[in-house]
């Protein structure tokens, strides 16, 4: 049989050599086919993520300016929050389970599944890894996700009465617009961390981190951590002088520029 073709028969580590200069983004994409394995992950999420991957391209695979802004307005806002959840999907699961719930602590967020393709058995591998990662408690698995977001058609709008139904503020990534539309219709402040900011998820949340989620979580904690010591006019001036308009226009420049530059080096 072809090497490629027997799963059983080869390491990842001989396919990709040590000095790979993309060895970092295979071997995250190993994790994610990992992932879908373990039913953790959706055929489409690696979609999603090969789009996220083009993004990052253009943003110079770096935290960039634009993005720092929205984290500090992000952990303020957090930090601010009564009711705060944590939103999780598939990819949010799949790449990093340990921030989200280290997030979670510092924030004093509930974390609730939440899936564009639900089935039972998807909710329970995506638990079961947070709670493989230390969560105390993870929200929206069967029953659980009883209540419904009005105005929204897909399984998304099952949500847990105990979490996102009666959230103030909603960290969410990696997903398609509707919900988060809908979540701001309801009154709800979005913080959401997508790569892409032309999406309808960046254009219509609170806040939108435009980054790569494996830099931003990690980034938040610090930054949550950090803000800590401020009193609450000092958090909420954070927030009364973040302008996320202005942050998307940012990035969409950044990127012009970026390009721009990079025609004129070849
Ligand atoms: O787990 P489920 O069932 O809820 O399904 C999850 C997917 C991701 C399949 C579903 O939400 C979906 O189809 O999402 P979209 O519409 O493809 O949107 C994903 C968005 O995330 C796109 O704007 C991508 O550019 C962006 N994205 C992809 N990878 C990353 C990312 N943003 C931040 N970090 C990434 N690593």
Known sequence: ?????????????????????????????????????????????????????????????????????????????????KTPVISINGNMAALVPEGLVRLAEETNAKLEVNLFYRDERREKAIAELLYKANAKEVLGVGEDASTVIPELFSQRRRVSPKGIYIADVILLGLEDGDRTEALVKMGKKVIAIDINPLSRTSRSATITIVDNIIRAVPRLVEKVKELKSKNKEELEQIVLNYDNKNVLAESLKFIANRLTQLSLSL
Request: proline share 4%; net charge negative.
């Open 1 to 81: 049989m072809d090497k490629a073709q027997d799963s059983k028969s080869w390491s990842i580590r001989d396919i990709i050599p040590e000095n790979h200069p993309r060895k970092e983004s295979l071997l995250i994409r190993e994790k994610l086919i990992e992932a879908m394995e373990k039913s953790i992950l959706v055929p489409q999420g690696l979609i999603a993520h090969g789009r996220g991957e083009c993004f990052d391209y253009l943003i110079g695979e770096k935290t960039q300016d634009f993005a720092e802004k929205a984290i500090e307005a992000a952990a303020a806002t957090l930090l601010l929050a």
